[in-house]
């Protein structure tokens, strides 16, 4: 793999984490729809860290999903249920940004966050074999 590739990928990654701790740290702070649409960025930059292997991408949202879905998880890299966290999180994300009146628990966000950090945990430890399985072919 080109080593453009896996920088892009690694740099996604990083930026998943990154978001992660954003959303925490708004969660920590009572700021619920802030959280809900950093958690959700986290979910979708390590989506396209692991489309990135692949060199594909989608400049839509849904895109992203749908490629990552094909690629990953009818492909049996990440399992079904966890790779739910990734359309979970972003329909509550649209909700957040976009419905009125819609409201969200903290411990609703609590649980979305649980579900897109285990995400983030599957695609890292993907992300890692197959850049070692590249690696040693």
């Known amino acids: 793999m080109k080593s453009e590739i ?9 930026r998943a984490k ?14 619920i729809w802030g959280a809900v649409g950093r958690f959700y960025y986290a979910a979708f930059y390590a989506a396209r860290a692991l489309l990135a292997t692949r060199e594909l ?15 990953f998880v009818k492909e049996n890299i990440i399992f079904p249920e966890t790779a739910k966290a990734l359309s979970r999180s972003f329909e509550k994300r649209l909700d957040s940004d976009y419905e009125d009146y819609v409201e969200f628990s903290s411990e ?7 579900e897109v950090l285990s995400f983030i945990e599957a695609c890292q430890q993907a992300l890692e074999k197959l850049l070692e399985k590249d690696a040693n072919s």
């Open 6 to 14: 896996v920088d892009l990928a690694y740099h996604r990654m990083k």
């Open 18 to 31: 990154e978001a992660f701790r954003d959303g925490e740290l708004l969660l920590n702070q009572g700021s």
């Open 57 to 71: 991408d989608s400049s839509k949202h849904k895109g992203v999903i749908l490629l990552f879905s094909k690629h």
């Open 108 to 114: 609703d966000v609590k649980a979305v966050s649980e």
